[in-house]
């Protein structure tokens, strides 16, 4: 069986993504990771009535903002596997920028994906396990507006989480997204800051780990819980929106944890194909070739 975590599985894009899993391979086993254990429970009771599914399927609450909930997520998984390694860790979870603070943005986006590839990595098999973090288009588009300066340093090959952590702690400090923007931050979004982070972070565990298969994609622009109050507030549908369905939205974390995907450290547009860190691609246009 090839055991994989993701994260934020009780609903939305990590459900449908787990389901997936569950449907085209019968070789996978899946910790549907979840903040509360009980929804987590009631998806897995969900998923359960399909024959087949249920005997590969193990909830495990896991609040990725969390310290003390990882490692006991970390140890329950550890203890569960018998000694098996993980193929897969999808960092699935997210929030959205629209409700909630910049603290509380990058602490479940950027600092929540740090922190699970840091308790999980050790247990993912070393010479093929693979790491996908959700992110967003809406990374890139926040560095295409951001200044030179600030561009160069979210594109820097030689980036460390030393200095993308110490870069988060300036970010903190300065309070606001009027804050951000003034020092060229593009439009100070706490939402596409946090996710510009994460793609950052995602090449720095691809140079740290160089024997796992670790990449960041974005699932399109999908009707979920978080993207849902903005179709409200138009007044209309979300399709009339352009929003998909969670289960396409698992398209690109289903090729990235599958698919045959050549190197590490890269970004995916919904469209399972490779995509530019510094400027938004639209899915089926040409696939990004260049560096980084």
């Known amino acids: 069986m090839r055991r994989i975590l993701v994260t934020g599985a009780n609903k939305g894009i990590g459900l449908a993504l787990v389901e997936a899993i569950l449907a085209q391979h019968a070789d996978s086993f899946v910790y549907l990771g979840a ?9 897995a009771a969900l998923l359960g009535k399909t024959a087949g599914y249920a005997e590969r399927l193990e909830v495990v609450e896991l609040d990725v903002a969390d310290d003390t909930s990882v490692a006991r997520a970390r140890q329950r998984v550890g203890e569960s596997a018998r ?56 990374g890139p588009t926040f560095v295409a507006a951001c200044s030179p300066e600030w561009q160069r340093f979210f594109l820097d090959e030689r980036l460390t989480w030393q200095r993308l952590r110490g870069f988060l702690e300036q970010c903190l400090a300065a309070g606001d997204a009027a804050a951000l923007a003034a020092r060229g931050l593009a439009d100070g979004s ?3 800051l946090s996710k510009a982070c994460a793609n950052a972070y995602t ?29 409200e507030s138009e007044g209309k549908a979300p399709a009339a929106l352009g929003m998909k369905t969670p289960a396409e939205g698992a398209k690109a974390p289903l090729h990235l944890l599958f698919g045959v ?14 995509s530019p860190l510094d400027r938004y691609r639209a899915p089926g246009s040409p696939e990004y070739t260049g560096a980084p």
């Not at 903040?35 to 998806?43: M, N, S, T, V, Y």
């Not at 909630?100 to 010479?127: H, K, M, Y």
């Not at 960041?216 to 993207?227: E, K, Q, V």
């Not at 995907?261 to 490779?274: E, L």
Request: include cysteine.
């Open 83 to 138: 000694g098996e390694a993980l193929y897969g860790l999808v960092n699935n979870a997210g929030i959205g920028g629209w409700s909630e603070s910049l603290a509380a943005v990058l602490e479940t986006n950027t600092l929540g994906v740090r922190r699970v590839c840091e308790a999980f990595s050790a247990l993912l098999e070393p010479s093929r396990g693979r790491i996908v973090n959700v992110t967003s288009a809406s």
């Open 35 to 43: 903040r509360d254990a009980g929804r987590g429970r009631a998806a």
């Open 203 to 231: 090449a720095i565990v691809a140079r740290e780990q160089p024997g796992l298969v670790v990449n960041a994609c974005t699932p399109g622009f999908i009707a979920t819980d978080m993207t849902r109050p903005y179709a």
């Open 261 to 274: 995907v050549q190197g590490s450290g890269h970004y995916y547009g919904s469209d399972a194909k490779r």
């Open 190 to 192: 706490a939402y596409g």
